[in-house]
């Protein structure tokens, strides 16, 4: 069974929100630090933000200040609301758990066009 499956991605103009869903088996929700990754086509894959297991989040400095990265414990799923969209933010969307290493979702296509 996958342990994280990520979910929520669509078509957005630019300008427009789209929150994404990550769905953790609860003893990896419950173990490692937890945060996306995005890859757009031909370009390497980048890390976009993480929330660490006391709450703390980090940002790339492509995203701070429109993402936000959120985790419900009761739910054991991480979230992505990501406002004020751009074309450039056009990619593949990926959860993980425990970095690069660790577990991954099986993506949801974000795509941000007029």
């Known amino acids: 069974q996958v342990q994280l499956v990520d979910s929520g991605g669509g078509l957005v103009q630019p300008g427009g929100s789209l929150r994404l869903s990550c769905a953790a088996a609860?003893?990896?929700?419950?173990?490692?630090?937890m945060g996306w990754y995005r890859q757009a086509p031909g370009k390497q894959r980048e890390w976009v933000a993480t929330?660490?297991?006391?709450?703390?989040?980090n940002y790339a400095d492509s995203v701070k200040g429109r993402f936000t990265i959120s985790r419900d414990n009761a739910k054991n799923t991480m979230y992505l609301q990501m406002n004020s969209l751009k074309p450039e933010d056009t990619a593949v969307y990926y959860c993980n758990a425990g970095a690069t290493n660790g577990y991954w979702g099986q993506g949801t296509q974000v795509t941000v066009s007029s």
């Open positions: 609860r003893n990896i929700f419950n173990t490692y630090s």
């Open positions: 929330i660490i297991r006391d709450g703390r989040t």
